[in-house]
């Protein structure tokens, strides 16, 4: 059983920050590729970032440059550093993990995955 609790997001004007956390088990953690996607009103679910077991990251083009995962071994935790911000980044933002992420942070959107409970984070001009 794969549980991911979800931690962070919130309100904040365009250019801001926010950081989202996700923890999870240990083995999970070691195991796992994790990262986010997103899903707003209307539209259809987007894989934003992505870290694999191994330790490669990969990024969807909208975020790149502004968005960072980092992590916490101790912690098992897993974080989205969310910089320079823009209305186009409102959704509700979910954590996800995958046993194999072949196609990096796409993987994570597609059926399949395990979610979190999702945060919403919402980004005003």
């Known amino acids: 059983q794969v549980q991911l609790v979800e931690s962070g997001g919130g309100s904040v004007q365009a250019g801001g920050s926010l950081r989202l956390s996700c923890a999870a088990s240990a083995y999970t953690y070691r195991t796992y590729c994790m990262g986010w996607f997103r899903q707003a009103p209307g539209k259809e679910r987007e894989g934003v970032a992505a870290?694999?077991?191994?330790?490669?990251?990969t990024y969807a083009d909208s975020v790149k440059g502004r968005f960072t995962i980092s992590r916490d071994n101790a912690e098992n935790t897993i974080y989205l550093q969310m910089n320079s911000l823009k209305p186009e980044d409102t959704a509700m933002y979910y954590c996800a993990a995958r046993l194999y992420c072949s196609t990096g942070y796409r993987s994570l959107a597609i059926p399949g995955s395990y979610w979190g409970q999702g945060t919403q984070v919402t980004v005003s001009s």
């Open positions: 870290r694999t077991s191994g330790g490669t990251t």
